[in-house]
């Protein structure tokens, strides 16, 4: 371990400290404090915040997250920003109700209980951890799932709750070539196989202190988080209004609608719209079709007074946020959570 040193984070005066060998994120995430961020690689700028007093020292990172001329101007990548004084932080992009909210993260060793095949690309993971060890999250937050053998991790949201026998439920995306993603394909990753993962991360949860109607719109595994929230929902027995708008291409890609349906029943503000942008002309499919921003925009009238929350590819994110935006959401309550690839193996990551 190396030197400590105090970080204070302003605008909200929130002050702790980070051991020299860590970086600042990693500083705050060990105490708790959930700052913003996405790849946590050096590669979104998600946390890219101003460094008002103090120096730090910088692991490598993209040149696109942090120009040159923005680091001599004093800003800085908290995912890769070492201590080496104490230092005083102006945060750019954060939300104080989420930032207070943070677990502190764990690593923990866990057994694969289940894998499925949900449809012919998506599986589900269901891992227990080891040891009568327990993980805490938020619903909404992801781990990181280190790939056997290798110093590497990919980034999995969780799909279930808190509540759920203490189990962690994924929904992951095959991807060829894929280092994680193809042990499921394969078949190398089986049933008692162990996997070591670490977390909570990610600030895709429910702003409680809000009652304004939400709005979900998903894609692909983007179906994890958003379950999780809506399950969440469900288990408070919530009568906050809802709408989850789910894309995907043919009627094979659609799944977990029983239990959707029964949500639906259970929740009494709760609606489910599947949605697919290529139909089979002789399928049997009745519902949405078209690109799933084009289905949010000709069915939901009332988009200025809603709190937003997106997931799946970055295409489909973007395109919604370019909706919302033109329809009046303010930026602050559109809360996305894009599941990128990564460039060596195209596989499940975040921004």
């Known amino acids: 371990m190396g030197d400590t040193h105090n970080v204070r984070l302003e605008p909200v005066g929130i002050e702790f400290e980070v051991d020299e060998d860590e970086t600042i994120l990693d500083g705050a995430f060990r105490q708790g404090l959930m700052l913003m961020h996405g790849c946590k690689e050096g590669q979104c700028a998600a946390c890219k915040s101003f460094l008002m007093d103090g120096e730090v020292d910088m692991d490598r990172y993209s040149t696109f997250a942090l120009p040159d001329y923005e680091q001599e101007e004093g800003w800085t990548l908290l995912c890769k920003a070492h201590a080496v004084s104490d230092l005083e932080i102006e945060l750019i992009n954060y939300d104080e109700e989420i930032l207070r909210s943070g677990i502190a993260i764990q690593t923990l060793s866990t057994r694969v209980e289940a894998i499925e095949e949900l449809t012919r690309d998506i599986r589900r993971l269901v891992l227990r951890p080891v040891n009568g060890s327990v993980m805490d999250f938020h619903p909404g937050q992801y781990v990181d799932v280190r790939i056997p053998g290798a110093d590497e991790h990919r980034s999995f949201s969780m799909a279930n709750t808190p509540s759920e026998g203490g189990v962690l439920e994924f929904m992951i995306k095959l991807y060829p070539g894929g280092r994680f993603s193809g042990l499921l394909a394969d078949g190398a990753l089986n049933v008692g196989d162990e996997l070591e993962v670490r977390g ?31 399950r969440a929902l469900a288990e408070r027995n919530s009568s906050r209004p809802a709408v989850f708008y789910y894309g995907a291409r043919g009627e094979k890609d659609l799944f977990h609608l029983a239990e959707l349906a029964a949500l639906g029943e259970t929740l009494p503000g709760f609606r489910f719209v599947p949605a697919l942008s290529e139909p089979e002309p002789t399928g049997s499919f009745e519902g949405e079709t078209g690109l799933i921003t084009e289905v949010v925009d000709r069915g939901h009238s009332d988009l200025d007074d809603v709190d937003a929350y997106l997931c799946g590819p970055p295409p489909m994110v973007d395109a919604a946020i370019a909706l919302l935006t033109a329809r009046g959401v303010p930026e602050s309550r559109i809360h996305f959570d894009k599941f990128t690839t990564t460039a060596d193996t195209e596989e499940s990551s975040r921004v």
């Open 200 to 230: 909570p991360y990610g600030v895709f949860t429910l702003r409680e202190s809000s009652d304004r109607p939400l709005l979900f719109i998903g894609g692909g595994a983007g179906m994890a988080p958003i379950l999780s929230l809506v």
